[in-house]
């Protein structure tokens, strides 16, 4: 059972706009520790995606932005491309755990 | 350009050693953390352990029940490699694991540049 919590799966149609959450909790996202969000692509390695809540590498397209607020974080697509299809996992720091942790994952889907 | 080179896929019997390594370049190697993350197949991303290649500091994450003593991570700065190791592996070990650069402050850790993978088979 992953310390934060997303939902399995999200899809939508091209163009359209999907929001993943990450839930944490008091121990994590509550406690003030960065959101950070990665993508990996069937059969590849991850890739950085937002980091510090809503930060983008360079290169990264602006359609993907993420916040924080509370307990959890959020990523949201727009303009969803079917090259998104992909997995997304959100990550944080866990002060209970005293380490880093990764989310449950979310399988995009493009319809 | 930073870049993290794993090393090849590895098949081994249960029981057997091994070590994998990752070489990271273009980036002052000493100056940044590396962490360990497993991907068992079809499931989700796991922060094994983290380690500082300055100083050698090294963590484990705790949920690895057991996880020290069973994997050592190591760097060697002269080489600017860092390594995974197991003394004696399981068939639960069977994963991709990946290495990655970590960057960040007091408010928190996360990855940047990752390797390419190494696919570890352990059957008899």
């Known amino acids: 059972q992953s310390v934060l919590t997303q939902p399995p799966s999200v899809s939508g149609a091209l163009g359209q706009r999907v929001t993943i959450s990450c839930t944490g909790s008091?121990?994590?996202?509550?406690?003030?520790?960065?959101v950070h969000w990665y993508q990996q692509l069937p059969g590849s390695a991850p890739q950085l995606l937002i980091y510090?809540?809503?930060e983008r590498p360079s290169g990264v397209p602006d359609r993907f932005s993420g916040s924080r607020s509370g307990t959890s974080g959020s990523l949201a697509i727009t303009g969803l491309q079917a090259d998104d299809e992909a997995s997304y996992y959100c990550?944080?720091?866990?002060?209970?755990?005293?380490?880093?942790?990764f989310g449950s994952g979310t399988k995009v889907t493009v319809l | 350009e930073v870049q993290m080179v794993q090393s090849g896929a590895e098949v081994k019997k249960p029981g057997e050693s091994l070590t994998i390594s990752c070489k990271g370049s273009?980036?002052?190697?000493?100056?940044?953390?590396i962490g360990w993350v497993r991907q068992m197949p079809g499931k989700g991303l796991e922060w094994m352990g983290i380690?500082?290649?300055?100083?050698?500091?090294?963590?484990?994450?705790p949920s690895f029940q057991g996880l020290q003593g069973l994997v050592t991570i190591s760097a060697d700065k002269s080489l600017g490699t860092a390594y995974l190791q197991w003394s004696s592996l399981k068939a639960s070990d069977t994963a991709t694991y990946y290495c990655?650069?970590?960057?960040?402050?007091?408010?928190?850790?996360?990855?940047?540049?990752w390797g390419q993978g190494t696919l570890v088979t352990v059957s008899s």
């Open positions: 380690i500082y290649p300055g100083d050698s500091d090294t963590r484990y994450n």
């Open positions: 510090r809540d809503n």
């Open positions: 008091s121990s994590n996202i509550g406690a003030g520790f960065h």
């Open positions: 990655a650069r970590s960057d960040g402050d007091s408010s928190g850790y996360f990855l940047d540049y």
């Open positions: 990550q944080s720091y866990d002060r209970s755990l005293s380490f880093y942790v």
């Open positions: 273009g980036y002052n190697f000493n100056n940044y953390w």
